[in-house]
T-cell receptor, first 114, second 111 residues
């Protein structure tokens, strides 16, 4: 049973650049959520995708955007990178039928902005 | 008041000890609650759900107290491998899908 996968595992970017992170959900899951986790903090909800649409969005600027594909995989795009965007980006998948609250996380992408 | 609050610790306990963590939440309409475990520089892993009736899984027991708006996690007979950060998650009323994570409580179990 394949778990949640994310790519790349690490990324170094320069301020002002753009980045795309990818996520494949756990087999059988149809909902993908993205989180940002700064050092020493809990994950902060960015947004959730279901049926290829953004279902809910947290308190993040429009520089953060996403997409979900028909196979349920998802991308997170961040434009005009700031130093403060350096963090661990986590993708979590869940099953909408069960309420979508029991989430399984991928290993994350560690983004460093210099 | 923060939406979800946890004592960051660290809780430093010897092997075999019993340790308990609390997590308070501010939205009384919150619907579901979970505990996750996160090892250093790894992803959070689902530990257990939290129900009003309590939930036990081996050495771990989770409780929900709606009247006082907190959830708890009890670990009995601590093992070295229990050393990790424990995150509580509070989910909003039905219709909203924005879960709120606490910042986590660090547990260190020593020999």
């Amino acid at each position: 049973d394949a778990g949640v996968t994310q790519s790349p595992t690490h990324l170094i970017k320069t301020r002002g650049q753009q980045v795309t992170l990818r996520c494949s959900p756990k087999s059988g899951h149809d909902t993908v959520s993205w989180y940002q986790q700064a050092l020493g903090q809990g994950p902060q909800f960015i947004f959730q995708y279901y049926e290829e649409e953004e279902r809910q969005r947290g308190n993040f600027p429009d520089r953060f955007s996403g997409h979900q594909f028909p196979n349920y995989s998802s991308e997170l795009n961040v434009n005009a990178l700031l130093l403060g965007d350096s963090a661990l980006y986590l993708c979590a998948s869940s099953l909408a039928y069960s309420g979508g609250y029991e989430q399984y996380f991928g290993p994350g992408t560690r983004l460093t902005v210099t | 008041r923060k939406e979800v609050e946890q004592d960051p610790g660290p809780f430093n306990v010897p092997e075999g000890a019993t340790v308990a963590f609390n997590c308070t939440y501010s939205n009384s309409a919150s619907q579901s609650f979970f505990w996750y475990r996160q090892d250093c520089r790894k992803e959070p892993k689902l530990l257990m759900s939290v129900y009003s009736s309590g939930n036990e899984d081996g050495r771990f027991t989770a409780q929900l107290n709606r009247a006082s708006q907190y959830i708890s996690l009890l670990i009995r007979d601590s093992k070295l491998s229990d050393s990790a950060t424990y995150l509580c998650v509070v989910n909003p009323p039905w219709g909203s899908y924005i879960p709120t994570f606490g910042r986590g409580t660090s547990l260190i179990v020593h020999p």
